[in-house]
């Protein structure tokens, strides 16, 4: 490995184990066995080195979700939509989780600018990514629509299934409620249509 990647795995160690707020240059630097230079030279700066890492920290974890590309269930079905959130509350208990620092940097993302400005701009990429995981088939163009509409939905049930979790593990959703409430609402709106 060069110094980009081992920066990228240091910066990684770091942020599991002091947050994006506690972690310096210095950290990361030890951590990795570069020097501060090298951070400028390859990232620009600690914050743009940590939102990086952050980012790599989130597509590492997402193979959890669709069980390494083994979902059992049919793409669409409230099955497909029961397994994958299933997958992903199993992630948060698991020991090194990452979601704490999402929390952190939503809360502190005023002091790290830098930081909340690249991982906003990965959200969207983000939706585009997970769309596949409930729906099937390949991650879908840009400029498809369903970014916009189905990502950005999934996306919003992630971050306040990771909100209540963070808060409180014992009562955050399950699968079976999260799905259960899709079922009640898929029926509400079925029986108004049908109005």
Known sequence: MGHREDLLEGAKRCLLEKGFVRTTARDIVKESGTNLAS???HYGSKDALLGQAYIALVEDSSDQFDGGGELATAPGSLERFHEVWGNVIESMGKPGSIWHLGIELVAMGDKLPAVRDLVA??????????????????????????VDTLGKLYMTLMSGLIT?????????????????GVRQLMAATDRTSQA
Do not use: S
């Open 39 to 41: 951070i400028g030279y």
């Open 164 to 180: 209540q979790y963070m808060l409180d593990p014992e009562t955050a959703p399950t699968a079976d409620e999260l799905t259960e």
């Open 121 to 146: 701009k990965a959200q969207r990429e983000g939706g585009r990514g997970v769309i596949p995981m409930f729906m099937g088939g390949e991650e879908p163009p840009a400029d498809d629509p369903a």
